[in-house]
């Protein structure tokens, strides 16, 4: 149910979060470690930087790091700053808002397992990975 570029997202962030605290990696090494795209994951990267879940340094020794000051690292989190289509309150069928206001017809059946969803994503931490 998550995005591909979702998918990616966790798995650069697993695998910078098992890299040593003090090194910065480059895009093209994550790619090729954890077996991405280089090029769709440099906006990958981009995102989860302007998300305040990575650091990035550029020059000769830059590169991208997880960002250790946060404590906890959200599925939730790295969905919001992908722009996820799960934490948007976009409608399964059409293109539009669809809440409780404004409902689809699937709207009824569709919310109580997206709120479920929802709080796994919040629950479930990159750091129990």
């Not at 697993?14 to 480059?26: G, H, R, S």
């Not at 989190?77 to 399964?92: G, H, L, N």
């Amino acid at each position: 149910m998550l995005s591909q570029q979702t998918k990616y997202a966790l798995r650069a962030l697993i695998y910078l979060k098992n890299q040593p605290a003090e090194q910065f990696v480059k895009v093209e090494q994550i790619a090729q470690d954890a077996d991405l795209p280089a090029a769709y994951l440099s906006k990958i990267l981009k995102q989860l930087t302007n998300g305040k879940l990575l650091l990035s340094r550029r020059g000769t020794n830059g590169g991208v790091q997880f960002d250790r000051r946060n404590r906890q690292v959200t599925f939730h989190a790295i969905c919001e700053a992908v722009d996820d289509p799960i934490v948007r309150e976009e409608c399964v069928l059409f293109k539009k808002a669809c809440n409780k206001n404004m409902p689809c017809p699937f709207h009824k059946t569709w919310s109580k397992s997206k709120e479920q969803l929802l709080a796994f994503l919040k629950a479930t931490s990159i750091e129990k990975m």
